[in-house]
């Protein structure tokens, strides 16, 4: 949908999550077994289900990352969370840790916690923002320097918005 690069690391993964969905078109890459296949998630209804559940969520919070409130109802991110179990991991030759999915019914969830810690320590997780337009909502990885980045694209959901606001201001100023 945009030209942005990859968000890094762990983010990756959860902006490929969010992205399965394409609001303007109504396509929904789960569906599929190609679009399910990157993110490890079987066929069963139940386990489609609950990556909906997760995507719909995190793309909440990545409303909230970018200032936008929710337009969808969905189950608190951190109540979704909760059932990821992870592990601490220490490296016995440096002493460095990491968090790690332990091995759990499902996986998805724990990758996805994982990598939200990675990027809370990292401070990158408040970087990963979804579209203004809310036509799209596309997860992208905000890099600009001051991080105040609105939409996925300048070129379509950035240009579409500052037209109709030219076009409004326009409207306007002719009424008067």
Not at 54 to 62: D, F, H, K
Not at 93 to 108: F, N, R, W
């Amino acid at each position: 949908m945009n030209d942005r690069a990859p968000a890094p690391g762990g983010l990756a993964l959860i902006q490929a999550l969010v992205n399965t969905l394409d609001l303007e078109s109504g396509a929904d890459a789960l569906d599929t077994a190609e679009g399910r296949a990157p993110l490890g998630i079987s066929p069963r209804t139940e386990e489609v289900a609950a990556a909906r559940e997760l995507r719909e969520s995190l793309r909440v919070a990545c409303l909230a990352h970018a200032g936008h409130g929710p337009h969808e109802a969905a189950p608190p991110l951190g109540q979704l969370l909760a059932a990821a179990p992870l592990l601490v991991r220490v490296d016995a030759q440096d002493g460095s840790a990491s968090l790690t999915p332990a091995d759990d019914p499902a996986p998805l969830v724990s990758r996805v916690a994982a990598a939200i810690a990675e990027a809370v320590a990292a401070g990158t997780w408040s970087r990963l923002k979804a579209c203004e337009a809310s036509d799209c909502h596309w997860a992208y990885y905000d890099r600009s320097p001051a991080g105040r980045s609105r939409w996925c694209d300048m070129g379509v959901c950035g240009a579409r918005a500052k037209m109709r606001a030219y076009r409004a201001r326009k409207g306007a100023a002719g009424e008067g």
